[in-house]
């Protein structure tokens, strides 16, 4: 059973930065995807950052330049460098960690339980 836990958020600024933090209870097999998620007032979940196993990345657009992810399977941890945060990065961060038994496989997904991130103007 694997548990996700997330640390890092925080009330920071426009301008500033902040690193969310994802560690897993245990190590984890056949990762196919891990990402980070937000949730702001009123809207849907949205990624924001995605990398895969092989280690290609992909933000949404709205961060692209600002943000960073990162990973260290050595402590079993994903990473989100936020910088220049702006007010419309304000929302509920979640981690995500998706599993896959070969490309044709099964999926599972993993979540965090949530961090919030607050940007004032």
């Known amino acids: 059973q694997v548990q996700l836990v997330e640390s890092g958020g925080g009330l920071v600024q426009s301008g500033g930065s902040l690193r969310l933090s994802c560690v897993a209870s245990?190590?984890?097999?056949?990762?196919?995807?891990m990402g980070w998620y937000r949730q702001a007032p009123g809207k849907q979940r949205e990624l924001v950052a995605g990398?895969?196993?092989?280690?290609?990345?992909n933000y949404a657009d709205s961060v692209k330049g600002r943000f960073t992810i990162s990973r260290d399977n050595a402590k079993n941890t994903v990473y989100l460098q936020m910088n220049s945060l702006k007010p419309e990065d304000t929302a509920v961060y979640y981690c995500?960690?998706?599993?896959?038994?070969?490309?044709?496989?099964?999926?599972?997904?993993?979540w965090g339980q949530g961090t919030q991130v607050t940007v004032s103007s």
């Open positions: 995500n960690v998706n599993t896959k038994d070969g490309f044709f496989g099964k999926e599972h997904d993993y």
């Open positions: 245990r190590s984890i097999f056949r990762i196919n995807f």
């Open positions: 990398i895969t196993s092989g280690g290609s990345t």
